[in-house]
């Protein structure tokens, strides 16, 4: 029997598109999948890259304009990718959906939870649902251990934590007009820690509480949250938040401050046992003293990425009923993204005195603040904010319930007014 070579276009050159057209590669060389065709308003950045040469090798069209792309190549196209900007997200999901096309889209969708509401509107009638790029939901170790919670093997489920240092440098910051950014001409933008970098890991969490079956997430429902800057930026780059999510608490404490390597952990306890997930293994540890450890599936980005997209081609040949992530499923993880920003109410400035430059190995700023890193350790061992922990610099934030993320307009307002005022806020 032979398997239909499906037709896809990647929409941009640069950035994690670059990722893109190297794993459909693979997909390409394995008979799979075939570019047809792909664009970049900036292509003459590209020029001599050896993306270029082997595009240009392979007889794919390069068009500047997105849609004149679709247009042209609307017959034959199965699928389109969009690894581009966040804010560019709904408009061309729209583009493909309009036209009959199968979207495998990055993450996040957005980060507003009105844009992903019609954007799951905008694909209602659609053949296909669109896939999210969360690179993690495909590990077969995270959804067997999924499946031994909701069997109880665990007994019950009472609180799922992520608690990471991710360091990145003022360059990060400076790298797309929309970077740190809340809005931008008007549109909402949330750019932030746990909405963009640290994505996987938060939608990895609101994996564990989904209670109906492994391919779902839980439904938020409260969220507490303190939120601090470090970077001279208009959203958070810190972020201590508790919330309950479907019947569990979830606590997430994260940031972008710092200078050395990154750290995490990902934590699941269970009334019988702590299961500690990550890197290159994942432990059981039972409360009656058992422990078992066994290897995560964890590969490269680049082959989660090839795994994703072929996961993804199985969806649309039929083979797999259901995409791994739908815009649907992104919900949970868009609602506590907004739910942080409500319920703090506003964002603690820290003082440049309690913030370290140091150069990195590339000659780029990084914003060290040795009490934050102090107080995310607390928090995963405590599960308690800064200023509950009586931290000099701390200021308390708020609570909010899932109904009140209609105040999301009037929080971001308050935000950026007090911020544009020059108060500390
Ligand atoms: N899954 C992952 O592991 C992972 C990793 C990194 C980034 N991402 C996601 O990928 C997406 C892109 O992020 P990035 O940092 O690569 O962004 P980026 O700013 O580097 O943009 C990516 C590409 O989109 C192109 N582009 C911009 N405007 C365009 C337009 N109008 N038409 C066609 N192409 C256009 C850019 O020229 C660039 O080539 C984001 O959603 C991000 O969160 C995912």
Same mark, same amino acid.
């Given at each position: 029997m032979t398997t239909k070579v499906l037709k896809a276009a990647v929409i941009g050159l640069g950035g994690f598109a670059h990722a893109h057209h190297d794993a459909l590669r693979v997909l390409e060389a394995n008979g799979e999948v075939q570019v047809v065709a792909t664009c970049d308003p900036q292509v003459e950045k590209f020029a001599a890259t050896p993306l270029l040469a082997d595009l240009e090798a392979r007889s794919v069209p390069i068009h500047t304009d997105y849609l004149e792309m679709l247009d042209v190549h609307a017959n034959e196209l199965d699928f389109v990718t969009i690894p581009t900007p966040i804010p560019l997200h709904a408009t061309m999901h729209r583009a493909c959906v309009e036209r009959g096309m199968a979207v495998y889209l990055e993450k996040p969708p957005t980060l507003d939870w009105r844009e992903l509401d019609s954007m799951i509107e905008t694909e209602k009638e659609a053949h296909f649902q669109t896939q999210v790029g969360f690179n993690f939901i495909i590990e077969t170790t995270r959804q067997s251990?999924? !499946? +031994?919670?909701? !069997? @109880?093997? &665990?007994? #019950?489920?009472? +609180?799922?934590? &992520?608690? @990471?240092? %991710?360091? +990145? =440098? $003022? =360059?990060?910051?400076? +790298? /797309? %007009?929309?970077a740190g950014r809340l809005r931008n001409n008007g549109h909402l933008i949330l750019d932030s820690c746990v909405g963009n970098a640290l994505a996987h890991q938060i939608h990895n969490l609101l994996f564990w509480c989904g209670e109906s079956e492994v391919l779902s997430w839980g439904e938020i429902r =409260?969220?507490? /949250? $303190?939120?601090?800057? /470090? %970077? !001279?930026?208009?959203? &958070? #780059?810190?972020? &201590?938040a508790r919330g309950q999510c479907g019947q569990t608490n979830i606590w997430v404490g994260a940031t972008h401050t710092g200078s050395g390597p990154a750290w995490q952990h990902e934590i699941v306890d269970c009334e019988h046992a702590r299961i500690i997930y990550g890197g290159p293994t994942y432990q059981i540890h039972w409360h009656d003293g058992r422990q078992e450890e066994n290897p995560t599936d964890t590969n490269t980005v680049s082959n989660i990425l090839v795994r994703n997209l072929r996961y993804f081609a199985h969806y649309l040949r039929g083979e797999e009923v259901r995409p791994l992530t739908t815009l649907a499923d992104s919900r949970p993880f868009v609602m506590l993204n907004d739910l942080i920003?409500?319920?703090? @109410? %506003?964002? *603690? *400035?820290?003082?440049? *005195?309690?913030? #370290?430059?140091?150069?990195? =190995?590339?000659? $780029?700023v990084l914003r060290s603040v040795v009490e934050i890193q102090t107080s995310l350790q607390l928090f995963l061992e405590q599960g308690l904010f800064p200023s509950e922990m009586g931290t000099a610099w701390a200021i308390a934030g708020g609570r909010a319930q899932a109904s009140q993320i209609t105040q999301l307009d009037a929080v971001i307002e308050s935000i950026s007014t007090r911020s544009e005022a020059g108060t500390v806020n």
């Amino acid at each position: 029997m032979t398997t239909k070579v499906l037709k896809a276009a990647v929409i941009g050159l640069g950035g994690f598109a670059h990722a893109h057209h190297d794993a459909l590669r693979v997909l390409e060389a394995n008979g799979e999948v075939q570019v047809v065709a792909t664009c970049d308003p900036q292509v003459e950045k590209f020029a001599a890259t050896p993306l270029l040469a082997d595009l240009e090798a392979r007889s794919v069209p390069i068009h500047t304009d997105y849609l004149e792309m679709l247009d042209v190549h609307a017959n034959e196209l199965d699928f389109v990718t969009i690894p581009t900007p966040i804010p560019l997200h709904a408009t061309m999901h729209r583009a493909c959906v309009e036209r009959g096309m199968a979207v495998y889209l990055e993450k996040p969708p957005t980060l507003d939870w009105r844009e992903l509401d019609s954007m799951i509107e905008t694909e209602k009638e659609a053949h296909f649902q669109t896939q999210v790029g969360f690179n993690f939901i495909i590990e077969t170790t995270r959804q067997s251990l999924k !499946a +031994r919670i909701l !069997a @109880g093997e &665990f007994g #019950d489920l009472k +609180r799922a934590i &992520f608690v @990471g240092c %991710h360091p +990145r =440098s $003022e =360059s990060y910051f400076r +790298r /797309a %007009h929309w970077a740190g950014r809340l809005r931008n001409n008007g549109h909402l933008i949330l750019d932030s820690c746990v909405g963009n970098a640290l994505a996987h890991q938060i939608h990895n969490l609101l994996f564990w509480c989904g209670e109906s079956e492994v391919l779902s997430w839980g439904e938020i429902r =409260s969220v507490e /949250a $303190e939120l601090y800057r /470090a %970077h !001279a930026i208009e959203n &958070f #780059d810190t972020v &201590f938040a508790r919330g309950q999510c479907g019947q569990t608490n979830i606590w997430v404490g994260a940031t972008h401050t710092g200078s050395g390597p990154a750290w995490q952990h990902e934590i699941v306890d269970c009334e019988h046992a702590r299961i500690i997930y990550g890197g290159p293994t994942y432990q059981i540890h039972w409360h009656d003293g058992r422990q078992e450890e066994n290897p995560t599936d964890t590969n490269t980005v680049s082959n989660i990425l090839v795994r994703n997209l072929r996961y993804f081609a199985h969806y649309l040949r039929g083979e797999e009923v259901r995409p791994l992530t739908t815009l649907a499923d992104s919900r949970p993880f868009v609602m506590l993204n907004d739910l942080i920003l409500v319920a703090a @109410g %506003h964002i *603690t *400035t820290l003082p440049n *005195t309690l913030v #370290d430059n140091q150069m990195g =190995s590339r000659e $780029e700023v990084l914003r060290s603040v040795v009490e934050i890193q102090t107080s995310l350790q607390l928090f995963l061992e405590q599960g308690l904010f800064p200023s509950e922990m009586g931290t000099a610099w701390a200021i308390a934030g708020g609570r909010a319930q899932a109904s009140q993320i209609t105040q999301l307009d009037a929080v971001i307002e308050s935000i950026s007014t007090r911020s544009e005022a020059g108060t500390v806020n």
